[in-house]
């Protein structure tokens, strides 16, 4: 079990895992997953915003260059962030959305859950379409 109450700075005002909580166990039984590494977590921003970020990252004095690298291409400064499923998040950032990582540029205006293996989204230009699981997107005529 990891452990991040020591993590928080004058930057953070929470840090919180798949579960919302101070502390996450690798290999769960009870849920029935194991996460893989790198682990993201989300920050909430003295400043009200959050942050993803990974536990590599923020439980390390000087992370090296590879972990630096990474987390600087997490998004950062959204509005609200929701876990969606382990490792998969919603987030938003100035009026915008995406599922993160399956699409990781914030882009649409709207996003709904998935249905099987597709979400329906629309555009700011108002074009609609679909999103697979893959990221794949599929405009309607």
Do not use: H
Not at 40 to 53: C, D, P, Q, S, V
Request: proline share 4%; hydrophobic share 35%; aromatic share 12%.
């Amino acid at each position: 079990m990891i452990n991040i109450t020591g993590i928080c700075t004058d930057e953070y005002e929470t840090i919180e895992f798949l579960d919302e909580n101070t502390s996450i166990t690798l290999n769960s039984e009870m849920m029935d997953f194991s996460v893989n590494f790198p682990i993201m977590i989300y920050a909430k921003l003295k400043n009200g915003k959050y942050n993803l970020n990974t536990i590599e990252y923020l439980g390390t004095e000087n992370p090296n260059n590879k972990i630096v690298t990474f987390n600087t291409k997490l998004p950062k400064n959204l509005d609200d962030i929701k876990l969606i499923s382990p490792q998969t998040y919603f987030i938003e950032k100035d009026g915008l959305c995406t599922l993160y990582p399956i699409m990781k540029k914030i882009k649409y205006k709207k996003l709904e859950s998935f249905q099987k293996n597709f979400a329906r989204f629309e555009l700011p230009n108002g074009q609609k379409g679909w999103l697979d699981l893959k990221g794949n997107e599929y405009l309607d005529n």
